[in-house]
């Protein structure tokens, strides 16, 4: 049996955030928590959603004690804060580190018997639907929007603990390319070839199935044609990341990931690296790693890495071709495909042990061990 969740409601296109006031009051809510991160506040891209708020008469307070990487504390913070300002809903505005925090503060809220935030790591057995969440990406790449699953920072252990709970799917998705405008070049270079890496690990992973391959596949199409316009700010290229970075958590909230989000975590944790760059960076070299247990799902993906005379290629060329598409989309926005001068030697084998750990790892195609981890390692340094 298989199981597939996705939002209640979704808004997709320019000025969907003009939907949020009337969910808000549809839904009875009238005091709304706002949990969005302090750089989206200092550049008003919060604002954008917060005069929504004003003008229809909503009351609401601010959140912002949310790192790029959100912490145990940041998310016992959060519940503190969302206690004491009585609140009934969240919007959590911002990437995946404003919407991560959103969903383990609610799920904390709904069911305070996991107030130790590492109790929620994994799958938990919560009873409770999290507190409403309406959420409002303004990266495309997290897709967390759309996903059951979350990543919370524990620096007294250096490592990232992955909880993955059916409660904590946000009930509304806002998807608006206007709120993702403003991001750098560098930003939308590593949120995009994260959704990629979504799109391409949920496609070759041991619980792909028909409905969630029919999600990754279309997102790698349209990922592949958009994300080097929304580099350079294209209306088409934000608008086209915007849908295909959601596409791809349709499909992988509902099957999993692979090693290399596993990886990922790890380098997260160990050296503060942007998730999405992290995914980036090693994306390339995993699927080399994996290419041998994917039998000919390498060819439907370099046919929509957009390669031509896919079908007259055997089956080395066409998986060969496959990763070269990708390491060519991310040399072209600018991602340096290697961990020269940022992983440490003598970091490397307990990275590996911890990337082994991780959650996402059982979902690899191919089975995978910590010597395995730490050569793919090694080939990056």
């Not at 145990?72 to 913070?77: M, Q």
């Not at 919007?91 to 130790?116: C, H, L, R, Y």
């Not at 790449?141 to 979350?150: D, P, W």
């Not at 990275?351 to 080939?379: L, Q, W």
Request: aromatic content about 6%; glycine content about 8%.
């Amino acid at each position: 049996m298989n199981k597939f969740m996705l939002n209640e409601t979704s808004y997709h296109g320019e000025g969907a955030i003009n939907a949020i006031p009337d969910e808000i009051k549809n839904r009875g809510f009238n005091k709304v928590f706002v949990a969005s991160d302090p750089d989206l506040i200092k550049f008003g891209i919060t604002a954008k959603v917060t005069d929504l708020l004003e003008k229809s008469g909503i009351d609401f307070v601010i959140y912002s004690d949310i790192k790029p990487n959100p912490t145990i504390e940041n998310v016992k913070h959060g519940v503190e804060e969302f206690k004491k300002a009585n609140s009934e809903c969240i919007v959590a505005i911002g990437g995946g580190s404003s919407m991560d925090t959103a969903k383990a503060i609610g799920i904390i809220i709904a069911n305070p018997e996991f107030a130790d935030v590492r109790s929620l790591e994994g799958v938990a057995p919560t009873k409770n639907p999290s507190v409403p969440i309406i959420a409002v990406p303004t990266t495309a790449g997290t897709a967390a929007e759309v996903t059951i699953n979350y990543v919370i920072t524990d620096v007294e252990k250096k490592r990232k603990f992955v909880c993955v709970d059916c409660h904590d799917i946000p009930v509304v998705a806002v998807v608006d390319p206007d709120m993702m405008s403003s991001m750098p070049a560098g930003l939308t270079a590593a949120t995009g070839m994260d959704a990629l890496t979504h799109a391409i690990e949920g496609y070759i992973t041991k619980g792909a199935w028909e409905l969630s391959d029919m999600f990754h596949i279309k997102a790698i199409e349209i990922i592949a044609r958009s994300l080097r316009d929304a580099v350079k700010n294209t209306k088409e290229g934000r608008e086209g990341m915007a849908l295909g970075q959601y596409v791809a958590g349709m499909g992988f909230s509902n099957v999993g990931l692979g090693v290399d989000h596993s990886m990922a975590h790890t380098l997260s944790a160990y050296y503060d690296m942007p998730h999405g760059k992290a995914c980036a960076t090693l994306l390339p070299a995993v699927m080399e790693y994996n290419a041998p247990a994917t039998g000919e799902k390498y060819k439907d993906i370099a046919k929509a890495m957009g390669v031509k005379d896919v079908d007259s290629m055997t089956q080395d060329e066409y998986r060969k071709a496959a990763v070269e598409a990708v390491a060519k989309l991310a040399e072209d926005v600018g991602i340096v495909t290697s961990l020269k001068g940022v992983a440490k030697e003598e970091d490397i084998h307990q990275m590996s042990v911890d990337a082994y750990n991780d959650a996402c790892r059982p979902g690899n195609p191919r089975e995978t061990s910590v010597e395995d981890i730490e050569a793919i390692y090694r080939s990056l340094m």
